[in-house]
């Protein structure tokens, strides 16, 4: 094929938007820009700071350049701006500040200053003096012993739990003391000053693995950190852990799970009382997974984000219990949304044919959200986008099922031939594929299949987030069952619209995805080719080595020696034998979510039985591939070998 344009080389390069932050005046707007860095002697991913005006009249203006700078944030008078960078002379990630007008940053946290650690999350406090961060606190001790090389790490007791540090803010040349807040064997995850700065809220768990976000709490702290002892509220059990403060400061928001520990947990925004009593259960929205995100100027609502279908909603939930009012919703997803002092909101949303935008909308006035902001670089491509076509079909025991179809740009659908078709199956399972921008770098981007001939199916089987709890727990004792089945359903769907060729069917998916498509190659042979990404195929020993142990168990009701039958019937590892589809397996050699010991099985299994199969094992990555030349390389293979498998073969045999 001859003049491509979605060429791995270019799509790594695509504009992707990861934090905004609204002015408190609402004028101005704060995003970062992440961009592939490519040198000779250097591969990475970094984040810059841009600003834009709200009324979108003018060209944003990059504020920051050289080392990546993430998560900025308007001081509360808007002359300053904070944000994390690395400490000069290290690696590791420190606060930094500037002036809002421009001009070069300064560091507010340095080796000077007694700070050695990474700092992953902060705020002002509302007069603007001071800032309060999270971060594992400096072991001189354990830093010694490292150097040493007399580090032995005593599992899951040696922890580098984050911890509440205060800090004066400076001007440039003026290094501040920094006071620890907390201390103890926890790890928090989230902070949030008190709108009148006396004190600070955070929500803690008692390790810093994900496997033990059930027992997350919510405390507050006095902001000044001269007293250390949290004052405990009560449970805020969302994986995520929001939270947010009312603006009268007497309430503070969360999501609290309904499901008890259960991995697809359903949640609720609730308020709790800020002196300490009884919490208050808001309405539920209809996936039953709300993400707090802010207060109504007047005090009387909370705002929560609901996945919703193909789309996402910006919902109000009253304080008095009574049903959500739609703020937002366009159809399209997005995300990374802040609210201001105002009721100005700030969110980052797409389309299958409109990349990652900044958007503004006024929820006092009820306005529909307004572009300010469409980040572009000249290394991506501009090529031609898929046709999309979006399909529903009902199973035979109730559940719609929602899927996209992408074409080529050129597709005649009326007198066209059949098509080759790639099943995508996402990972989660409670994840969702949405309107997202068709040209969005991943390892199966749709713009850069359909260039080459290929169409692509994304499909929403049951267990899918974004239609509530009933459909999101109906795969429970279930993976490879009504999931399998609803996927095939798809498949079959396209086929009888004279779209896709019964004969050329390939299937991929990472993670969830990745099982997924493992546990379908050793069920049906109607797929010519597979690509494994980072995938469980082996529940047992997955929950033996991952970190979060309790996953699979979630999901099957027991652990392995409670129902050894069960695990293995529904573990891809124990059917290799029926395979006959050629396959590629790509993993990080450092993921620890699935570890690298799950694919390598496969590939054995595949191997040793004599079916065609290649590994492709990336250095330093871990669950995601984070690294743009790795990156490039992942798709590049998925690229080649299903435009070999279901392109060319077909064109060879044809001739």
């Known amino acids: 094929m001859t003049n491509l344009t979605w060429t791995p080389d270019r799509i790594i390069h695509y504009p992707l938007i990861e934090h905004v932050d609204l002015s408190p ?96 999350n902060f705020c002002w406090s509302p007069d603007g003096k001071r800032l309060a961060f999270l971060a594992a606190p400096y072991d001189a001790v354990q830093a010694q012993r490292r150097r040493q090389h007399d580090d032995a790490l005593h599992w899951q007791v040696d922890y580098e739990f984050s911890h509440l540090f205060v800090i004066d803010f400076a001007l440039a040349g003026a290094l501040p003391a920094v006071m620890q807040g907390t201390h103890g064997r926890f790890h928090i995850l989230n902070l949030a000053w008190s709108p009148d700065g006396a004190r600070i809220a955070v929500i803690h768990r008692p390790t810093p693995l994900l496997d033990s976000w059930p027992q997350a709490r919510l405390a507050i702290i006095d902001g000044d950190a001269s007293e250390t002892q949290l004052n405990d509220l009560g449970p805020a059990t969302n994986s995520a852990a929001p939270l947010a403060w009312s603006p009268d400061g007497a309430w503070i928001a969360t999501d609290v799970s309904t499901a008890g520990d259960a991995w697809p947990y359903a949640s609720r925004a609730v308020i709790y009382p800020a002196q300490g009593g009884e919490p208050i259960s808001l309405a539920q929205v209809s996936d039953e997974q709300p993400d707090v995100v802010g207060w109504s100027l007047d005090g009387r609502a909370v705002y929560v984000l609901n996945q919703h279908g193909l789309g996402t909603q910006l919902l109000a939930l009253p304080v008095d219990g009574g049903a959500p009012r739609v703020c937002i919703d366009t159809g399209q997803p997005f995300e990374v949304l802040h609210v201001n002092g105002l009721g100005q909101a700030a969110l ?57 179809l992408y074409l080529p740009h050129d597709y005649d659908e009326q007198g066209g031939a059949r098509l080759p078709l790639l099943l995508h199956i996402h990972g989660g399972p409670m994840s969702i594929f949405q309107r997202q921008f068709a040209g969005h770098p991943y390892y199966y981007t749709p713009a850069a299949l359909c260039e080459r001939g290929i169409a692509v199916l994304r499909c929403n089987p049951r267990g899918s987030g974004g239609y509530g709890k009933r459909f999101r727990f109906a795969n429970l004792r279930d993976w490879g069952g009504g999931d399998f089945r609803d996927l095939q359903q798809g498949v079959d769907t396209v086929i009888e619209m004279g779209i896709a060729d019964p004969e050329r069917l ?122 743009p030349r790795l990156l490039a390389d992942a798709l590049r293979r998925n690229l080649a070998w299903f435009t070999e498998m279901l392109v060319d073969a077909h064109n060879v045999r044809s001739a």
């Open 25 to 120: 005046n609402g004028r101005r707007v704060l995003f970062t820009v992440r961009t592939a860095h490519l040198t000779d002697d250097a591969g990475m991913f970094r984040n810059q700071i841009m600003l834009a005006l709200t009324d979108g009249n003018d060209e944003p203006l990059q504020l920051t350049f050289g080392e990546a700078a993430s998560q900025p944030r308007w001081s509360p008078d808007g002359q300053f701006i904070a944000f994390l960078r690395a400490m000069p002379g290290s690696e590791q990630t420190g606060l930094w500040a500037m002036q809002a007008a421009g001009g070069e940053p300064w560091p507010l946290t340095v080796a000077d200053n007694g700070f050695h650690q990474a700092i992953t």
């Open 506 to 627: 390939g299937v991929c998916g990472w993670s969830y995805g990745g099982f997924m498509t493992s546990w379908t190659i050793t069920q049906t042979d109607r797929f010519k080719a597979a690509s494994i990404g980072a995938p469980v195929t082996n529940p047992m020993s997955f929950s033996a080595t991952a970190d979060i142990p309790s996953f699979i168990p979630g999901y099957f009701g027991g652990e392995a020696w409670q129902d050894l039958p069960f695990y293995m019937a529904h573990s891809p590892i124990f059917h290799v034998e029926k395979v006959v589809t050629p396959a590629i397996i790509q993993h990080g050699d450092a993921d620890t979510r699935v570890p690298l010991e799950q694919g390598l099985q496969f590939y054995n299994g595949l191997k040793r039985r004599g079916v065609p199969v290649e590994m492709y094992i990336y250095p330093r990555q871990g669950h995601a591939i984070s690294e």
């Open 348 to 404: 980052v949303m797409q389309n299958v044919h409109e990349p990652n935008s900044v958007y503004v909308a006024d929820l006092t006035a009820g306005s529909s959200p307004q572009k300010v902001a469409e980040p572009t670089t000249g290394a991506y491509p501009a090529g031609p986008l898929p046709k999309v076509r979006e399909l529903q079909w009902q199973t035979p025991d109730g559940f719609a099922i929602d899927g996209i």
